[in-house]
């Protein structure tokens, strides 16, 4: 119970975190874009059209983690967790477009660079990169590291601080230098940064829609912990998978003596619940078979400690 009262605490923070960061985000979106507009800068803009994504999937993720709040049903027997990996796809996917968008864009700046009002945007970018520091900082706060929603949102928002320094960089290099091309190239370094953000967030949410293992798991510790356990002869049919950001499941077929009684049984279970819980799996599901059939009539048990039943 101390562990899911914790992941509602930290759930509940993300969820605040993403709001407040939803809300000043669309805010200088906003004024940013208007000042890329009437400051002719492609720096200011594309870091504009990425808070645009910023907003957006800030606003996905706390739909994301309202939606997830829903009780399981018969319908959803895991709830609705997993809209949070969705919504990750969905941001992950976002910044790879952006990043091609501002390629484009950048091309066409290279060949006949326009005139940029380097005072003004230079302004706006700084005012940008205060404003992202804080929303960064914000996030930070937020379970960045399991969370991959909350990642998503923290990595859209860090491409968005660099290209507010881009900006500034591009806005000097113009003042002191009359260099114009800086203003496109800026774009196209946050391109650059955006495009790895997005591949990364994309590639992780999709391995966890796979139903592959998660990488804070290692496969040969939890099977060295189950054949630890003392009765388990051996385990087959082993699947590891997330079900959303921080929350792991285990399934698996467990081989043990012959002649255990219920309460045997039952104590076997739990002592490899506790021990999977700190490897990181907080829900278990093992099926015990007896040595002589392996694959035959067996007694079902669930790591939670429900009653047994003839399978």
């Given at each position: 119970m101390g562990h899911d009262h914790g992941h509602d605490h930290t759930h509940g923070a993300n969820k605040?975190?993403?709001?407040?960061?939803?809300?000043?985000?669309?805010i200088y979106m906003i004024i940013e874009a208007i000042g890329g507009f009437l400051t002719n800068s492609l720096a200011l803009l594309s870091d504009a059209g990425h808070m645009l994504s910023d907003a957006v999937s800030l606003g996905v993720?706390?739909?994301?983690?309202?939606?997830g709040e829903k009780v399981a049903n018969y319908g959803k027997t895991y709830g609705y967790k997993r809209i949070e990996i969705l919504a990750a796809v969905f941001n992950g996917v976002t910044l790879l477009l952006i990043s091609i968008y501002i390629f484009y864009e950048a091309y066409h700046r290279f060949?006949?660079?326009?005139?940029?009002?380097?005072?003004?945007?230079?302004?706006?970018?700084?005012?940008?990169?205060?404003?992202?520091?804080?929303?960064?900082?914000?996030l930070m706060r937020g379970d960045t590291e399991d969370n991959l929603n909350l990642r998503a949102a923290f990595l859209h928002v860090l491409g968005d601080l660099l290209g507010s320094v881009g900006a500034i960089v591009a806005a000097?290099?113009?003042?002191?230098?009359?260099?114009?091309?800086?203003d496109p190239l800026a774009s196209v370094i946050v391109a650059i940064l955006v495009l790895i953000s997005g591949w990364r967030v994309t590639k992780d949410a999709v391995h966890i829609l796979m139903e592959g293992t998660p990488k804070d798991v290692e496969l040969d510790e939890i099977i060295e912990a189950i054949e630890a356990v003392e009765g388990v002869k051996g385990i087959h049919d082993l699947h590891v998978w997330s079900i959303t950001s921080g929350q792991n499941a285990l399934s698996c077929h467990a081989v043990v003596d012959d002649g255990?009684?219920?309460?045997?049984?039952?104590?076997?279970?739990?002592?490899?619940?506790?021990?999977?819980?700190h490897l990181g799996i907080g829900h278990v599901t093992i099926q015990l078979e007896g040595a002589d059939h392996p694959h035959g009539d067996s007694w079902m048990c669930d790591g939670h400690g429900q009653s047994p039943h003839k399978h």
């Open positions: 605040k975190a993403l709001l407040l960061s939803f809300v000043i985000i669309t993720g706390v739909l994301a983690f309202t939606i060949m006949e660079p326009p005139e940029v009002a380097s005072t003004g945007m230079l302004l706006i970018a700084s005012i940008g990169l205060v404003v992202n520091i804080v929303v960064a900082w914000i000097l290099c113009i003042i002191f230098f009359g260099w114009g091309w800086a255990l009684t219920i309460e045997e049984c039952q104590s076997l279970l739990r002592c490899i619940e506790h021990d999977l819980d």
